[in-house]
């Protein structure tokens, strides 16, 4: 008797197209912070003088290791980091070229919050411009803070999106900011706006001609009259 024909391999469908292989990122791909390693100083430069290189970019706060040639700059947002490493890397500083990286920030979750979302927003809005980074398992969106939750189900699709949306402009006085949370709905602690200017000081209650922040509270220049 014949032998056995050996069971032959299954098969797609006729007309049947595999599934394609989603896109996966690297998982050691480095991924923007608020805070920047700026490498390769002069030994001379001071804090005050980092902070004024980098002054356009509003840092939060500024650190030199002199005796070790590098330093750290600290930014309020994320994107404000990501304008100030593209603008200021190889710049030319006392003779030497800064050396640029992103320093650690937070550990990559799937799980990203979201703020400054304009107030003519909706959660489609939301879904349409997180959609193309990777498969959402659900958006939490909370109109009245302007604030929004964004479940992925990949890690490195939030990381995708969270290096490439910093600053997109929703409407909002400032543009999007974000951050890795540990779980779905827990607000970060790192999401801090800017200082806003201080208010113009009041002139109630001083005499007329007189102007604050000046020796004896005269200004330069013609005075108005005195009231009758």
């Known amino acids: ?4 024909a050996a069971a032959a391999a299954p098969v797609a469908a006729a007309g049947a197209a595999a599934p394609a292989a989603k896109k996966r990122s690297k998982p050691n791909q480095e991924i923007p912070s608020r805070h920047l390693y700026v490498g390769n100083l002069s030994t001379t430069t001071s ?9 356009p ?12 040639c ?3 700059v600290n930014f309020y947002t994320v994107a404000a ?19 640029i990286e992103y ?14 979302i304009g107030p003519t927003q909706s959660r489609e809005t939301l879904l349409a411009i997180f959609e193309p980074f990777g498969q959402i398992e659900d958006i939490d969106y909370r109109p009245a803070p302007g604030q929004a939750f964004v479940d992925f189900k990949w890690t490195e699709h939030a990381v995708e999106a969270y290096s490439s949306l910093q600053g997109k402009d929703l409407g909002a ?11 779905s709905g827990q607000a970060s602690s790192l999401l801090r706006a800017p200082p806003t200017p201080a ?3 009041s002139f109630a209650g001083m005499m007329p001609g007189m102007m604050p922040g000046m020796p004896g509270g005269v200004p330069a220049g013609p005075q108005p009259p005195l009231p009758d």
Request: no cysteine; charged share 25%.
């Open 70 to 72: 590098y330093g750290f």
């Open 1 to 4: 008797a014949a032998a056995p």
């Open 103 to 116: 320093a650690r920030g937070g550990k990559p979750t799937r799980f990203l919050e979201v703020v400054n």
């Open 199 to 201: 208010p113009a000081a």
């Open 47 to 55: 804090e005050a003088e980092l902070r004024r290189l980098f002054a």
């Open 81 to 99: 980091s990501i304008r100030a490493s593209q603008a200021m890397q190889g710049y030319m500083a006392y003779g030497r070229s800064m050396r």
């Open 173 to 183: 006085r400032e543009g999007l900011a974000m951050e890795f949370v540990p779980r």
């Open 57 to 68: 970019f509003q840092p939060e706060s500024v650190t030199v290791l002199t005796n070790r």
